[in-house]
């Protein structure tokens, strides 16, 4: 299975700013999704980062808050702008191949903390 | 209506018991997988099991497509199996994981 490889794994950040996590695939493949996990719950889909489009966000998630690029196969970066103490969260970043009977694999994810 | 449904929510297992765990979903998602989710976040795929049968080592897995269930079933649990594990499953037609709340295992010596 491909290695993803997710910075940073954890940060603290003031309110107001924004912070970029970064998603990095060995290999090609066709799909590449975020996912925030809030505090004792389970994980929600942010979006599928397109490759070389804008991605295609979830209900409830707007590009402002959350830009995503993906400019390869193997690369995805999603923004956490102007943050508040609400979006302390796990985000994790997961690949899979389009069409295919294959698992999807998720990397170690970014634990966030606002303050 | 839920699309997936875990349960129990909560386990307390003596190391050395035995458990399942059971997920429930609809017909609107296929191609189950269970994840285990460790005290630091990580999230560990256990088992791709759209159907059928599978066991990895303490850990094996059932899912009766027909039926829209899937267990899991813990052997032999020791203190490491604690975290919380997560049943997910593709919406059809999409490409996205849909997961479902997850059962909290805690395991003690």
């Known amino acids: 299975s491909a290695v993803i490889s997710q910075k940073p794994s954890r940060d603290i950040c003031q309110r107001g700013t924004s912070l970029t996590i970064q998603c990095q695939v060995d290999?090609?493949?066709?799909?590449m999704f975020w996912y925030r996990q809030q505090p004792g719950q389970s994980l929600t889909l942010i979006a599928t980062?397109?490759?070389?489009?804008?991605?295609?966000?979830e209900s409830g998630f707007v590009i402002d808050k959350f830009p995503i690029s993906r400019p390869n196969l193997t690369f995805s970066t999603l923004t956490v702008s102007n943050m508040s103490p609400e979006d302390s969260s796990i985000y994790l970043c997961?690949?899979?191949?389009?069409?295919?009977?294959?698992?999807?694999?998720f990397g170690d994810g970014t634990r966030l903390s606002i303050l | 209506g839920i699309q997936v449904e875990q349960s129990p929510p909560d386990l307390i297992l003596q190391e050395g018991a035995n458990s399942t765990l059971r997920c429930n979903f609809s017909?609107?998602?296929?191609?189950l997988q269970w994840f285990h989710q460790n005290p630091w976040g990580q999230l560990i795929n256990l088992f791709y099991?759209?159907?059928g049968t599978k066991q990895n080592g303490r850990l094996s897995a059932t899912t009766v497509a027909t039926e829209r269930y899937s267990l899991l079933y813990i052997s032999s649990s020791q203190t490491t199996d604690s975290g919380v594990y997560f049943c997910?499953?593709?919406?059809?037609?999409?490409?996205?994981?849909?997961f479902g709340a997850g059962t909290r295992l805690a395991v003690h010596p």
């Open positions: 290999s090609q493949v066709t799909m």
């Open positions: 997961s690949v899979g191949m389009r069409g295919s009977n294959q698992p999807q694999h």
């Open positions: 997910a499953g593709l919406l059809r037609g999409y490409n996205k994981l849909i």
């Open positions: 017909d609107s998602v296929n191609n």
């Open positions: 980062a397109n490759q070389g489009s804008e991605a295609t966000y």
């Open positions: 099991i759209p159907s």
